[in-house]
């Protein structure tokens, strides 16, 4: 299988051929068609198995295919346990979608909250956050999660093992019921399950 047989669009194709690759990975064989066909997802993978693009590039289809119902909000929300995976996945976003033009912007903690408003209100498609700051927009007024589409959890394990559940259940009560939900994680852990359950509506499974 190749990347032109996944049904992507050509500007999502020339940038994955800017980056030299033409053959999915195992994940991206099995995550992109069901992102695509607009299935939750339930997918054990591991940093390293081409995760990261497996999501961001159907997500990219998706959203650059369908009318924005607003500009002003987010329509995708991915969120990670660390800043530096944060920082990663929206370095992707850019690279995978510099052919289209949505906007994304990463917001983490540990730096100053202005930038982060700026690009906030700026407008923004996708938006990869780190539970904790995103609440602390969201408690001052500079997000608005009603307009998100699709939520990914990326490494769900480890937001649960940092400690992140009860930020990730307030932000999980802001964001609409009827979206798409991606769930990313190492391990299928009881605890990662019961998450699950209570996120997804009959999510397709994808092991490597
Ligand atoms: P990830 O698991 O998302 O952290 O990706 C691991 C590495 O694999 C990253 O450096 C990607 O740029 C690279 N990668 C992603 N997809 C492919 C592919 N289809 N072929 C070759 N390398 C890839």
Redesign the pocket.
Known sequence: ML?TDLGLRAEILRA?AD???????P??AQAIPAVLAGRDLMAA??????????FTLPILQLISSRPAASHARPRVLVLTPTRELAA?VEE?VRTYGRHLSLKSAVIFGGVGMSPQIKALKSGVDILVATPGRLLDHLGQRNADLSGVEILVLDEADRMLDMGFLPDMRKLFALIPKSRQTLLFSATFSEEIRTLAATLMHNPQSVEV
């Open positions: 990347f994955i980056q030299g690759y033409d053959t999915p990975t994940i991206q993978a591991q940093t390293g198995t081409g995760k990261t693009a497996g990663q992707s």
